[in-house]
């Protein structure tokens, strides 16, 4: 597609219930970032892909956030058990590494309410 | 310490002054540096990178690097009510495998 789509735009849910955030990223971009951004706060990193592996999982809050990659393509965000600290705007962005000049391309994002 | 340390503002300049924005970033191996601009609701776009120390201008912006004092601004000329946003200071390493972002200072240019 022309950009990074996210889908749902609009996320809302009781607290307990699992969900599940789609990104699918611009095509031929190797690399693929998920962040959240709590009202009023900075990017707060979650993961990066290259390719469908995750080197580096260290920003995942807790044990109840997973992510997955299919190839250089869509990724889900799954968030279990979800808590109200949990809301926030969940932004996928993507790019091609190792370009000289990296350039992430954002998503709309996904605002996720948990009531 | 947070990795990269910027100032909340709200940073407030008259239309036309220059807009002087700060970060500090605690990695040292760290080569690699932007400037992203959201604007209210909206995602982060990129306005500026920077890799080598010293300046580099792009039309009103200029982006300072200083990789001794682990330190990267941004200055706006000629600000304009419609550069008010909140700008974001991210840093990566070498590989790019992790982009770190600042909380961001939010600009406001008044007419």
């Known amino acids: 597609g022309a950009g990074v789509s996210q889908s749902p735009s609009n996320k809302v849910t009781e607290k307990g219930k699992d969900v599940e955030l789609r990104c699918d990223p611009i095509?031929?971009?190797?690399?693929l970032y998920w962040y959240r951004q709590r009202l009023g706060q900075g990017l707060e990193f979650l993961i990066y892909?290259?390719?469908?592996?995750?080197?580096?999982k260290s920003g995942l809050p807790s044990d109840r956030f997973s992510a997955e990659r299919t190839g250089e393509s869509v990724s889900t965000l799954t968030i279990q058990r979800t808590q109200q600290e949990d809301s926030a705007v969940y932004l996928c962005?993507?790019?091609?590494?190792?370009?000289?000049?990296?350039?992430?391309?954002f998503g709309s994002g996904t605002q996720l309410s948990v009531l | 310490q947070k990795e990269v340390e910027q100032n909340s503002g709200p940073l407030s300049v008259p239309e036309g002054a220059i807009a002087s924005l700060n970060c500090t970033y605690s990695?040292?191996?760290?080569?690699?540096f932007f400037w992203y601009r959201q604007y209210s609701g909206k995602s982060p776009e990129l306005i500026m990178s920077?890799?080598?120390?010293g300046d580099k201008e792009d039309g009103r912006f200029t982006a300072q690097l200083n990789k001794a004092s682990q330190y990267v601004s941004l200055l706006i000329r000629d600000s304009q009510p419609s550069d008010s946003a909140t700008y974001l200071c991210?840093?990566?390493?070498?590989?790019?495998?992790?982009?770190?972002f600042g909380t961001g200072t939010r600009l406001l240019v008044s007419p």
């Open positions: 920077i890799y080598s120390n």
């Open positions: 962005a993507s790019t091609i590494p190792g370009q000289g000049d990296e350039k992430l391309f």
């Open positions: 095509s031929g971009h190797t690399a």
């Open positions: 991210a840093v990566s390493d070498t590989g790019f495998q992790k982009l770190v």
């Open positions: 990695d040292r191996v760290s080569q690699s």
């Open positions: 892909f290259q390719g469908n592996s995750a080197p580096d």
